[in-house]
């Protein structure tokens, strides 16, 4: 484990990262920097390895659910750039670290805790309280070089602490307005996605004109070279993992996601970024059942990690995640089930007497393959060397130019 925290790695907020995803789409080759959620050591591991193999710079990003899971985002913080460290990679890849989907009060936390970039989730609101919440955030932000991304029009589907809600389609009309009042760089749009692994009803309500028509509107402004658009309840929920999933004991039903030719086609009609979480979720939940099929009575050697993991799994602990108790059979939240063991274990690389070396392994490369695949699709493979790496510092003078 690590016994102090590393030196700290140069986060970059968003702004480097989408401005090389935009020229690039500029020059006819419509690119997304993929965003990947984290909530803990070896699922940052994954996500590295994954954007290493491929040099492509990465938005790692937890949520608020993420945050208070490991105890804070200065733990978040500690555990991304411990991962870093550990793979080498500290002048090889630009790496955000965001905040995903969070209110004033945590986004302010985690200014202040080292975060590069944040996003304030005010779609709550009524347009011009979206406005007035989202500028509060920038203003505090920016002084310290820090990133804002918004959200304007609502998402279906339930993630963190978000009630289910009805889709609500963002105006073109109105997305130029929403940058330049609130001074935000990054707006995620509805278009029709939706948050979960069960998106099939809601895909006929995908509209990608949507995304054109928005896009029309930045570029006619002049904005898209310092606002962007993005895309949520972006998994594509692959099948075979859903399969194997329920294979080892898992009752996943209607599980669908939004086909990649959707989300290749929001590329190239203006998306810069694209969330990813659901699929990681469900990859690590279909590795843990296998590694406990593959590995009967594994468990009975190490009570207190893998032993409690898989009584979770079996209904003899109760697994908690976004403060409701999992259904055994249906979760794929690995808070819920990893959440039963010591969370020092999970911010840190597994130490060989937790019996967690293998497991995490596993996990850590099956994270990696699909990241890796992912990036190539959004076409921001080989683009690391595209990105021009600015200090907080630097990006606070540039704000205030």
């Not at 936390?109 to 989202?134: E, H, R, W």
């Not at 073109?172 to 099939?200: M, Q, W």
């Not at 669908?256 to 990859?283: E, F, H, S, W």
């Not at 590694?291 to 468990?299: C, M, T, V």
Request: glycine share 8%.
């Amino acid at each position: 484990m690590f016994d102090k925290m590393p030196e700290t790695y140069q986060f970059q907020s968003l702004v480097p990262l989408l401005y090389a995803a935009e020229q690039k789409s500029l020059d006819g080759r419509p690119t997304a920097i993929g965003a990947f959620n984290v909530n803990f050591y070896s699922q940052a591991i994954g996500i590295l390895k994954g954007l290493k193999k491929e040099n492509a710079p990465g938005i790692v990003q937890a949520s608020k659910g993420a945050n208070q899971f490991q105890g804070g985002p200065d733990k978040i913080a500690y555990m991304v750039e411990g991962a870093i460290k550990e793979l080498g990679i500290e002048d090889e890849l630009p790496i955000c670290l965001h905040l995903d989907h969070g209110n004033a009060e945590v986004a302010k936390l985690c200014i202040d805790k080292g975060y590069s970039s944040v996003m304030i989730d005010a779609s709550k609101f009524d347009f011009p309280n979206n406005i007035a919440q989202t500028k509060k955030i920038v203003d505090y932000a920016h002084p310290k070089g820090v990133s804002v991304e918004g959200e304007y029009g609502k998402l279906e589907g339930v993630e963190e602490d978000i009630v289910a809600q009805k889709t609500v389609y963002a105006n073109p009309e109105r997305v130029p307005e929403f940058f330049k009042k609130t001074g935000c760089d990054a707006l995620a749009i509805a278009y029709g996605t939706s948050h979960g692994p069960n998106k099939g009803a809601n895909i006929n309500k995908v509209k990608t004109t949507i995304i054109l028509d928005c896009y029309k509107k930045v570029i006619k402004e002049g904005l898209n070279l310092k606002n962007w658009l993005v895309g949520h309840g972006s998994s594509t929920v692959p099948k075979e993992l859903v399969k194997e999933i329920n294979l080892y004991g898992g009752d996943i039903r209607d599980a669908q996601g939004v086909p990649m030719y959707i989300l290749k086609k929001g590329i190239a009609l203006g998306l810069r970024k694209i969330n990813i979480d659901t699929d990681l979720r469900l990859g690590i939940t279909a590795t843990v059942r296998k590694y406990f099929h593959d590995n009967p009575r594994i468990e009975s050697r190490y009570p207190k990690t893998l032993g409690r993991i898989k009584k979770a799994f079996d209904g003899e602990i109760q697994m908690v995640a976004k403060g409701k108790v999992q259904d055994p059979k249906t979760v794929i939240d690995p808070r819920g089930y990893l959440g039963v063991i010591d969370i020092k274990l999970l911010r840190n690389p597994p130490p060989e007497k937790s019996g967690l070396v293998e497991l995490m392994g596993l996990i850590e490369n099956r994270i990696a393959d699909h990241v890796a695949m992912l990036v190539r699709e959004f076409s921001s493979a080989d683009l690391a060397h595209k990105v021009e790496w600015i200090s907080l510092e630097e990006m606070a003078q540039k704000y205030r130019i």
